[in-house]
């Protein structure tokens, strides 16, 4: 998949590695059957992995929004590529509406804008039935306790090791090894 040309800090546009990526999907999918012929939606999609993914394992309808003009044009690319059907939107978590079976993002760790993070949760919690997202292992009591006050049932919490590699100025190492938890998250009211 073709990457991101011009990430920008800001938004915190980390890809999220093919082995992480195809390990969630394959959870999602086939341990915990929440991806054949449902509805999913990737919330901060990037240049689509995620989504393309859930396009390969059978979803029935997939959407992915980004903030990013630049991430959704690469995006369609990749999902062209891959030959998978995807409703893409260029907006902000406003901007998608309406109920989801599924839910899958990576998204901002919330430390260029802080608790961006619970912001992508929260949208998620409105519109999916379930979630799974990626967050800062350093975090987890936090994102815990925020999923137990919005009625949220944690079902599993799988970790991962994210290599961040060098590419912001600010970057000094080859690569940076962050310790991420995926969330698996039943919410209280979406579909199921």
């Not at 969630?24 to 995620?50: C, E, M, N, S, W």
């Not at 903030?67 to 939107?89: C, F, G, K, Q, Y």
């Amino acid at each position: 998949m073709r990457p991101h040309p011009s990430p920008r800090i800001q938004l915190e546009q980390y890809t999220t590695p093919a082995a992480i990526a195809a390990d969630i999907l394959f959870l999602a999918a086939f341990v915990y059957q929440d991806i054949v012929d449902k509805t999913v939606v990737d919330l901060g999609t990037g240049t689509g992995r995620l989504a393309v993914g859930a396009a390969s394992l059978g979803a029935r309808q997939i959407t992915g929004i980004d903030i990013d003009p630049v991430a959704i044009e690469v995006a369609r690319e990749n999902a062209e590529t891959a030959m998978a059907d995807i409703d893409w939107i260029v907006g902000d978590l406003e901007a998608i509406h309406g109920e989801f079976d599924t839910v899958i993002m990576n998204p901002p760790f919330g430390t260029k804008q802080r608790h961006l993070d619970q912001v992508f949760l929260g949208k998620a919690i409105q519109i999916g039935g379930v979630i799974y997202s990626l967050h800062k292992s350093a975090t987890r009591e936090h994102i815990s306790q925020y999923l137990r006050r919005r009625g949220c049932k944690v079902r599993a919490i799988h970790e991962y090791t994210l290599d961040i590699p060098m590419m912001f100025e600010h970057h000094r190492k080859r690569k940076h090894p962050v310790r991420v938890d995926c969330y698996r998250v039943e919410t209280r009211a979406g579909p199921q």
